[in-house]
């Protein structure tokens, strides 16, 4: 098992910079690959960036990427968000991905709110 749970989110105005901390805990060997999603109200959660825990190697959605830089040490997942516009406004999940066993774990999210 794995837990994850997120921090810093917040109110921030547009322009500005963010960065969430998703402290990992359990058997977070057996994860490949960690990543951001995010889940603006009426839309559906969309993954923004993932790195692999082997490697480092990264991976941001086009539409967002340049402004969101993805990195990890040891116990934490880090997520820095530059440039901040109101459509960035969602609630911001971690999450890891077991790809032996297929299972996923997620933290609980953090509230980041835009305004202009």
């Known amino acids: 098992q794995v837990q994850l749970a997120e921090s810093g989110g917040g109110l921030v105005q547009a322009g500005g910079s963010l960065k969430l901390s998703c402290a990992v805990s359990g058997n977070i060997a057996t994860l490949h690959t960690m990543g951001w999603s995010r889940q603006a109200p009426g839309k559906q959660r969309e993954s923004i960036a993932t790195?692999?825990?082997?490697?480092?190697y990264t991976n941001y959605a086009y539409a967002i990427k340049g402004r969101i830089t993805i990195s990890r040490d040891n116990v934490k997942l880090y997520l820095q968000m530059n440039n901040l516009t109101p459509e960035d406004t969602s609630i911001y999940y971690c999450y890891g991905m077991d790809w032996s066993s297929g299972d996923d774990y997620w933290g609980q999210g953090t509230q980041v709110t835009v305004s202009a």
């Open positions: 790195i692999t825990t082997s490697g480092g």
